[in-house]
């Protein structure tokens, strides 16, 4: 498939689990893929030689976010490789620790608010001066935003995701009048490491997981990948400010 040729795609935490799955659909469909990283450079390399394989175009950037100046460190590693953006997905995040409310300590607080909120708002804000007219901005959040006592011991997560909706919505009405398109994807369980330490427990843990959908399996990043890429393309350029439920139907 071709229908991104000619455009350019920056998928935050692009190296692993759903954004590895982005980044590497986004490519097959023509995207040249700017795949973001903080620490794994070798899973950031595999990915961009996975892309090429296929026929794709990719590079591979370094930053970590949730501190000072990070926007800033990362779209000057991006401003080395491309001359400006078609397609922001901003997909990196980090769980909080599942320990509820009285077990959620400060400095746990503001890093999970610091990675999966406020880096998404600065380098989205950063990436205003970079984005064609008519491109997309595509943020990765979760279903608990609408059925947060499903896990209340991610309250913090969930927490700092309801902000990213909220930046979702905003956006979408600010950047309308330039045909950009602000919509946010959220999945449910997906088979990621960052759900290994639970999910790939023991077969209870999977099997209930995969009970809680009405099509009997546990999701997959390309599962979500899959819906990026719509919102990527021209085929959702009359959606904006949505929240597009990717659970698998879980919150039924």
Do not use: C
């Not at 708002?121 to 609408?146: E, M, Q, Y």
Request: glycine share 14%; aromatic share 6%.
């Amino acid at each position: 498939m071709s229908t991104l040729s000619g455009r350019t795609a920056l998928v935050t935490g692009g190296s692993r689990g759903i954004g590895r799955a982005v980044a590497e659909r986004l490519g097959r469909d023509g995207a040249r893929v700017g795949v973001h990283y903080a620490r794994d450079e070798t899973a950031a390399k595999e990915t961009v030689a996975t892309i090429e394989a296929a026929g794709g175009s990719a590079f591979a950037l370094r930053a970590t976010l949730g501190g000072p100046g990070d926007a800033e460190a990362l779209w000057a590693a991006f401003d080395e490789h491309a001359d400006g953006l078609d397609i922001l997905v901003n997909n990196a995040g980090v769980d909080s620790p599942p320990t509820g409310i009285e077990g959620t300590e400060p400095e746990d607080f503001d890093r999970v608010f610091a990675v999966n909120a406020r880096a998404p708002f600065f380098v989205s804000r950063l990436a205003l001066g970079r984005l064609r007219d008519g491109g997309r901005i595509v943020n990765v959040s979760t279903g608990l935003t609408r059925r947060p006592g499903a896990m209340p011991q991610l309250v913090a997560y969930t927490m700092s995701k309801g902000a990213l909706d909220q930046l979702t919505a905003v956006l979408a009405k600010e950047l309308g009048p330039r045909g950009i398109t602000v919509n946010g994807v959220a999945p449910g369980a997906i088979d990621t490491d960052m759900n290994a330490s639970w999910l790939r427990a023991g077969p209870e843990a999977w099997e209930a997981t995969a009970s809680s959908s009405p099509l009997g399996r546990v999701g997959q990043p390309a599962d979500i990948a899959d819906v990026v890429a719509f919102l990527a393309s021209d085929d959702s350029r009359w959606v904006t400010g949505q929240w597009l439920d990717a659970t698998g139907g879980a919150l039924l």
